[in-house]
């Protein structure tokens, strides 16, 4: 594979749409009460591309979204399954 022909993947891997499972941890993080900090901390770790026609890389804030969506679920879990105090 020659250089161009690599960068030209990059480029179009990183203009894919989203997979359907960080599609689904951002609607999950979005409904919960403190969804702008999880928001906010998205938008820190995309990595801007350099130059015209440079692409984002979003490979570490998908991954952030998807750990912390499954951080919050478990979290919610063991709370719904607590027994309740009287």
Do not use: K
Not at 17 to 26: D, F, G, L, W, Y
Not at 62 to 67: A, F, G, N, V
Not at 69 to 83: G, H, M, T, V
Request: aromatic share 6%; net charge positive.
């Amino acid at each position: 594979m020659r250089v161009d022909d690599e960068c030209l993947s990059r480029s179009a891997l990183a203009h894919a749409a989203p997979s359907p499972e960080v599609i689904a941890a951002t609607e999950f993080l979005l409904a919960q009460p403190d969804a702008y900090r999880y928001r906010r901390r998205y938008l820190e770790l995309i990595v801007r591309g350099r130059g015209s026609g440079a692409a984002s890389d979003y490979t570490a804030a998908e991954r952030y979204l998807l750990r912390t969506a499954d951080a919050c679920r478990r979290s919610l879990r063991r709370n719904n399954s607590s027994p309740a105090e009287d």
